[in-house]
């Protein structure tokens, strides 16, 4: 085999079975060996960045690794943002690159990023994005690279990782070729932290103090959903969630307090105030979850603190016990150390005030986007993913849908790209395809990118954009009024949506009145196919944006 066909072998081999990806010159090597894989589907996005983000999207909610490739310079440089979010959102994400081979490199090759004589440095760029960034120039390294490269992707913090390949090499035969070792030691949690955290825990809920937890998105890439659920119900331990985290555990489960943060929930604010404990797993206190990583938090309660990377320890608070460990191994371990340690455990009446449960005036000229969510939150088939993009839409998602039966939600994280998961979705579906998938954007977020509607409908991916339309970058506007008592620069034009799908082969629809939107949403469901639908909202609306202390 050679070089394109060992990496291709590879992939299907950790079990990838849809990659993403550019085509030009300098990759038409492994473009021809993608072609020949019996295992592998390749999607060609309209931009590289897309197949950046539907990379993301692959590895989101699966426990494969995304990967996406691409030509050199240029097509390289459009992989960034992706990568990015990989890297801030713990994405294992593979990019593949073409490079300049050896011998041109520092004469000014078509696409040169060597970092020589006024080229972009793609090392240095690449490097900082991910976990590590291999340059792949000798047929021999092929197999320990790729080997390397798709463990790292999942070790420990899982992130994205880099290879750089001289596009003159993807020829020649790989003469040591040796099959994949792909085999990830999951990092557990030393048992004298167990012991410590169980007592500590033990000692708090025997004495009938208020201990709550809260849990991040760590917990979803653990599959810590069972063993969370049994041990929070063991000790009657109310939570609440990340926006990250929204829909791990049932939001209308007796002991769920909604979720955190400034778009958050008021049960799980007014709880958060009153506990004398905090058991946070698999977070890492993100700026909107901490309403903007306010100080005083956790003055005068426990913090107890669960997360697979050291370095998120004492990164915004400092926690009074901690463990580094996957989350599904410290929760496992924390329970088996505390049987028999607690005798009685008093039950815990709450009475959750959450968005959902909200009386949205109607009567609006337009849809409010609350009314709006908290309709598609009736809709939502079980099992589905719906996704925020940034923006409002996000901060409506987040306050105001109520997710059970195994539903998730994602919004684009801590490095938040507009448009990450308008593209991501397509990814999403590859990797869940049993799982429906919509996407609640912003108008905004939509044009940044909607031009992938077509690679949905040239390969029959049926995702349901939710376009919230209002001809304006609304967040900004708000944060400028509050600011400035003035906004400038947020509106703009949007196209006939409806007319667009149409063009491009999908289903479209307009929605003008809310009561509209359920024959339309249910017929786009039941099709089958990529599908937009364009719901005219309230410009003057505005996501909630509380403060920790009311009367500060």
């Not at 004298?192 to 998105?217: F, P, R």
């Not at 915004?316 to 028999?340: H, L, N, R």
């Not at 469901?525 to 920790?548: H, M, N, Q, R």
Request: proline letters at 6%; aromatic letters at 10%; glycine letters at 8%.
């Amino acid at each position: 085999m050679n070089v394109g066909e060992v990496i291709v072998k590879y992939l299907e081999d950790a079990g990838v079975d849809t990659v993403f990806g550019g085509s030009g010159q300098s990759d038409s090597e492994i473009l021809f060996a993608l072609h020949d894989s019996k295992k592998i589907k390749t999607v060609i996005p309209r931009h590289e960045q897309a197949a950046s983000f539907m990379a993301c999207g692959y590895a989101m909610f699966s426990d494969k690794p995304g990967v996406c490739f691409c030509t050199a310079g240029p097509g390289a440089v459009n992989l960034l943002s992706g990568l990015a979010v990989a890297y801030s959102d713990s994405l294992p994400v593979i990019s593949i690159p073409a490079y300049t081979p050896k011998d041109f490199r520092g004469k000014g090759d078509l696409g040169e990023s060597s970092g020589s004589h006024r080229t972009p440095d793609g090392q240095a760029m690449f490097s900082a994005v991910t976990k590590k960034s291999f340059v792949l120039e000798d047929p021999k390294q092929t197999c320990d690279v790729l080997e390397e490269a798709l463990n790292l992707a999942f070790e420990g913090r899982p992130g994205p990782v880099n290879i750089h390949v001289d596009y003159s090499i993807f020829e020649q035969e790989v003469s040591n070729y040796r099959p994949l070792n792909f085999k990830v030691a999951p990092v557990l949690p030393a048992q004298k932290d167990l012991v410590q955290v169980a007592k500590v825990l033990a000692e708090l809920i025997g004495n009938g103090k208020k201990v709550m937890a809260l849990i991040g998105y760590g917990c979803i890439r653990s599959h810590a959903e069972e063993i969370l659920l049994r041990f929070l119900e063991q000790y009657d331990i109310p939570f609440c969630t990340t926006m990250d985290a929204k829909g791990i555990l049932p939001e209308d489960h007796r002991l769920s307090l909604g979720t955190t943060g400034i778009s958050g929930d008021k049960s799980a604010r007014e709880y958060l105030k009153a506990a004398d404990a905090v058991l946070a797993v698999g977070n890492s206190f993100a700026k909107w979850s901490t309403w903007k990583f306010r100080s005083d938090i956790f003055d005068d309660k426990i913090l107890i603190h669960i997360n697979i990377d050291k370095h998120e320890i004492n990164k915004v608070y400092k926690p009074d016990y901690f463990i580094v460990s996957d989350a599904g191994a410290a929760i496992t371990g924390i329970s088996e150390k505390m049987a028999g340690l607690v005798n009685v455990v008093a039950k815990t009446k709450l009475k959750p005030d959450k968005h959902y449960f909200e009386a949205i005036a109607g009567g609006q000229s337009k849809i409010h986007p609350a009314r709006l969510v908290q309709k598609l939150s009736d809709l939502l088939p079980d099992n589905s993913i719906i996704l925020g993009d940034a923006g409002a839409n996000m901060l409506w998602l987040h306050a105001y849908l109520l997710l059970t039966n195994g539903k998730n939600f994602q919004n684009p994280g801590s490095f938040g790209p507009m448009a990450a998961n308008v593209n991501a979705a397509i990814g999403i579906k590859y990797a869940n395809p049993g799982r429906p998938v919509i996407v609640a954007c912003g108008d905004g977020d939509y044009q940044m990118a909607g031009f992938e509607l077509m690679t949905a409908v040239e390969n029959n991916v049926p995702v349901i954009w939710i376009i919230l339309n209002n001809g304006e970058f609304n967040i900004i506007k708000m944060f400028q009024l509050r600011s400035k008592n003035k906004e400038v620069f947020n509106r703009f034009l949007n196209p006939d949506f409806v007319l667009y799908a149409q063009a491009c082969g999908a289903k479209g629809y307009r929605v003008e009145k809310l009561e509209d939107f359920e024959p339309a949403f249910s017929e786009a469901l039941a099709s089958g196919k990529p599908a937009l639908i364009d719901v005219v909202i309230d410009p003057e609306a505005y996501p909630p944006f509380e403060p920790y202390q009311e009367n500060k």
